[in-house]
C-alpha cells in the first residue's frame, strides 16, 4: 500500500534521515523501530507532508504523495495520531470524534461513533467530559479515534504505548489487533519490543536515520544480536 524509497530530510543544516525506504503491505501492521533519536518520529512528519524531504520517493497505492500538504495526504487516505496525541481539551470526547469526522472518498462503510467506543469502551462512558480532564490513556485512545472518525485507509501511530499504564497498553494492542482484524492497515512508530511484537506483522528498523533491518517481525524477535545492536538501551 504505502512505498518509501531513499528519503532524506534534514532539520536545517543536519541531515536526521538518510536514504529511508520501505514497504508496508496492505492489510497489516507494520512497526517502525529504534532507540529515541533514531528516526523514527521524522520519518512519520515526513510521509504526512508536516517535514519536507530533501529527496526521496512515497506512493500509496502507486500515486506519489510525496510533496504535498498535509491535508491533501489526510485526503488520500493517510491518518496520523502525534506523539503529543494532539486533541483539544476544552471540548468534550464526543465533540473532539465529530471534529474528525470526515466520509471515506472510495466509498467504504464510515466509521461511526458506535463502532470507536466499541473498540475504546473507556471513551463511552467519557462523552460529556472535557478531554483534558481524562488521563492519558483515556487521551492516548481518544487520539487514535478521531483520527478512525476521518476513515484513513492506513493509519499512522506514533509511539502509541509510550508513558502508558501496562493495562492500557494492553487495551491498546488490543484495540491494534482488531484494526488489523478489520482490514485497517497500520504503520506504528515503537521503542516497546514486546508491544511491537505482539501487534505488528512487520518490522523497520531504524538507527541514526538509516535502515537496519526491514523484514518480519518474527525473524527480528528470533536475532538477539539484531536487537541487542540496534535497540537495545
Keep these: 500500500m504505502l512505498k518509501v524509497r531513499d528519503l532524506d530530510v534534514f532539520y536545517g543544516r543536519a541531515q536526521v534521515l538518510f536514504g529511508v525506504g520501505f514497504e508496508v503491505p496492505a492489510g497489516g501492521v507494520t512497526a517502525l523501530m529504534g532507540r529515541n533519536g533514531a528516526g523514527k518520529s521524522t520519518t512519520m512528519k515526513a510521509l504526512m507532508g508536516l517535514v519536507p524531504s530533501a529527496r526521496g ?13 498535509p491535508f491533501r ?6 491518518g496520523y495520531v502525534a506523539e503529543e496525541r494532539r486533541i483539544f481539551p476544552d471540548m468534550t470526547v464526543a465533540e473532539n470524534l465529530e471534529v474528525g469526522r470526515r466520509d471515506p472518498a472510495d466509498g467504504r462503510a464510515p466509521w461511526t461513533v458506535a463502532e470507536v467506543e466499541r473498540l475504546f469502551p473507556n471513551l463511552a462512558q467519557l462523552r ?3 478531554a483534558g480532564q481524562t488521563s492519558g490513556g483515556e487521551q492516548q485512545m481518544l487520539a487514535v479515534a478521531r483520527t478512525l472518525m476521518g476513515n484513513p485507509r492506513l493509519l499512522l501511530l ?3 504505548s509510550e508513558g502508558l499504564a501496562p493495562v492500557i497498553v494492553q487495551q491498546m494492542a488490543a484495540a491494534v489487533r482488531a484494526l488489523k482484524a478489520g482490514g485497517v492497515t ?3 512508530s515503537e521503542q516497546n519490543l514486546r508491544f511491537a511484537g505482539a501487534v505488528a506483522d512487520r518490522a523497520v528498523v531504524l538507527e541514526k536515520g538509516a535502515v537496519r533491518f526491514s523484514g518480519v517481525m518474527a525473524e527480528l524477535a528470533e536475532d538477539a544480536e539484531l536487537r541487542r545492536a540496534y535497540l537495545a538501551v
Design 57 to 69: 520517493e512515497v506512493s500509496l497505492d502507486g500515486r506519489r504523495i510525496d510533496g504535498w500538504p
Design 158 to 160: 506514533d509511539e502509541p
Design 186 to 188: 497500520v504503520l506504528l
Design 73 to 78: 495526504i489526510a485526503r488520500a487516505g493517510l
Design 128 to 130: 460529556d467530559r472535557r
